[in-house]
């Protein structure tokens, strides 16, 4: 009988020790002998998802954190057989929303058991530090300045909201560049880029009308304002999930998209920071496959 292993990230916004004690139980009762393994650093779920997944004892491999910490399990288990659940446990948990997963435990437990799950393809992203996985959005400008200055410690005091402080002060200091960016190929000027695979944003606003999760392709959305004010009616737009109606906004499909600007422009994806341009965006070339219920 294959069994279940839970890579968990202790510093994950809404990590908790019950909840997962608590879904343990659950999987045992159902069953499913499930063992947690904690993360010790950055980077470290992949390796535990790696040999969990090389293994070959394993019929899920959780990742129990949030938007990060699923990238990095999925890093280690991309293109093989076992399926990805999912425990959210993070501070956004964009992801979850999207494929909705159930938040609470006796419902994801049950979701593992009845052994359901959906192929999706996630992207990479490509810099000088190498080639990153992600699941749900990276981006380059405006929007991944906000990630790069939001403090990790006000993030642990107040969660979310600390996006909220860092968007106001990104707002007022943050100096628009305008680069160009090759999407498939195609050359355009912008000042902010996401590329996304998922439909939501930074929680439950609506970023895109579809949701390019099982798709060989991404949602772009281009912000081609090049001042302040704009800037701030688009930022508002997207609080209000009227992004797609916005001036001055443009939301493309695309395989590839490429920002070979030198300029140091910031990186961030699934709310990590991730450095600066030059950067190469593709899709995973193996799929992933994620426990969800049939409805999700
Ligand atoms: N033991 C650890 N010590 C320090 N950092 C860690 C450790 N384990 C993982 N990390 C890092 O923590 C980062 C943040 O984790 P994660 O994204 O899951 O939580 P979050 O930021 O609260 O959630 P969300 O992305 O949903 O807002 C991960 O990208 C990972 O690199």
């Known amino acids: 009988m294959k069994k279940i292993i839970i890579v968990a990230n202790p510093t994950a916004g809404h990590h908790s ?5 608590r879904f343990t139980r659950h999987l045992a009762q159902a069953g499913l002998p499930a063992s947690v393994a904690h993360t010790h650093y950055p980077g470290h779920a992949t390796i535990l998802a790696r040999d969990a997944a090389e293994s070959g004892l394993y019929s899920h491999i959780v990742a129990a954190g949030g938007d990060g910490t699923i990238a ?3 890093a280690g288990m991309v293109g093989t057989s076992a399926i990805l659940g999912i425990l959210p446990l993070g501070s956004a948990n964009v992801l979850a929303h999207e494929l909705r997963i159930p938040f609470n435990e006796i419902r994801n437990a049950a979701l ?3 052994g359901h799950f959906t192929t999706i393809w996630p992207g990479y992203l490509h ?6 996985l992600f699941v749900q959005m990276a981006s380059i400008g405006f929007d991944a300045h906000i990630v790069h200055t939001t403090s990790t410690r006000l993030k642990a005091r107040i969660g979310r909201a600390a996006y909220a402080v860092s968007t106001l002060s990104s707002l007022l200091r943050y100096g628009l560049t305008e680069f160009t960016v090759l999407i498939d190929t195609v050359p355009h000027r912008a000042t902010t880029v996401i590329v996304s695979k998922g439909s939501l944003y930074a929680g439950k606003y609506a970023l895109t009308r579809h949701s390019a999760h099982k798709d060989k392709k991404f949602s772009v959305i281009l912000f ?6 704009a800037l701030m009616k688009t930022v508002l737009s997207l ?3 009227r992004i797609g109606r916005q001036k001055g906004v443009r939301t493309l499909t695309a395989a590839t998209v490429q920002v070979p600007s030198p300029a140091a422009i910031p990186i961030q994806s699934d709310g990590d920071r991730k450095g600066f341009s030059p950067a190469c965006l593709d899709i995973s070339p193996s799929p992933l496959r994620v426990a969800v219920t049939p409805a999700g």
């Open 224 to 229: 081609e304002t090049s001042g302040k004010l």
């Open 239 to 241: 609080f209000l999930g």
């Open 17 to 21: 020790q019950s909840r997962i004690a």
């Open 127 to 132: 810099t000088q530090a190498g080639p990153q």
């Open 72 to 74: 990095e399990v999925s």
């Open 112 to 114: 593992i058991r009845a």
